[in-house]
């Protein structure tokens, strides 16, 4: 059953390689969570996109935000193949994230998340290339969906994280290519008064030909 934005995200149990009983709900306390799928281990486009994100897992631990890797291969699978992403990562320890294994594929077909165009070897469909936000309360804060073919952006991912915990804060909007510290957009709907209120550091109108004033700026309301 597809997810839409605000939904609930299903709490769940599943085995996981590098968790033992593993429970969404208990992993991520009242933290921010990003689960990301991916089509199938030992494979070019996931290696690089499970490299990048050890890479940056300790910044997203510092944005309080933890990370759940998502594929339908098994605990072995992901053990062996962790391997290699160590290698290419050049990352050395234990994976610093869980690996969930489904196998059977009940837990993303519940999802929604199969690309009926990408089988293995055996015939079997493959996950897509699938992201989920999910905030503190447990709510789809944001999902992204790709197909096999294209190796996602950690780095968008790591931005749309801070749009999201931004603006769950602070009545903004972030604009085209924004990122954390530049200014953000005021929605129209923020009447002035809000906007003294809620917004100290004042606000920039950018003049338009049409004499509107709905895009205004205010700089990053964070310290």
């Known amino acids: 059953m597809p997810l839409y934005l605000g939904d609930t995200f299903p709490n769940f149990d599943a085995e996981a390689f590098g968790a033992e ?25 996931c290696t690089t996109e499970l490299g990048e994100a ?36 050049g990352f050395h320890g234990d994976l610093p994230f869980p690996m969930i294994c489904d196998p059977k594929r009940k837990l993303a077909t519940s999802l929604g998340i199969m690309d009926p165009r990408e089988k293995d070897k055996a015939g079997m469909p493959l996950t897509c290339r699938c992201v989920f936000f999910i905030s503190p309360q447990k709510k789809v804060a944001a999902s992204i969906l790709y197909p096999a073919t294209t190796g996602r952006s950690f780095k968008e991912i ?11 804060e602070y009545p903004v909007a972030t604009p085209v290519e924004w990122t954390a510290g530049e200014p953000c957009c005021v929605p129209p709907q923020l009447s002035e008064e809000e906007v003294k209120k809620r917004l100290p550091k004042g606000v920039r109108t950018k003049e338009l030909p049409s004499g509107k004033t709905y895009i205004r700026y205010t700089p990053d309301p964070r310290n």
């Open 54 to 89: 050890v890479k940056l897992c300790q910044t997203f631990k510092d944005k309080s935000c933890k990370l759940i890797g998502f594929s339908c291969n098994d605990a072995e699978s992901h053990k062996e193949w962790a391997k290699d992403i160590a290698a290419f990562s």
């Open 158 to 168: 790591l931005r749309a994280l801070d749009s999201l915990q931004l603006t769950e």
């Open 21 to 45: 009983n593993f429970n969404l709900y208990d992993y991520l306390g009242n933290n921010w969570g990003i689960l990301f799928s991916h089509p199938n281990d030992f494979t070019p486009v």
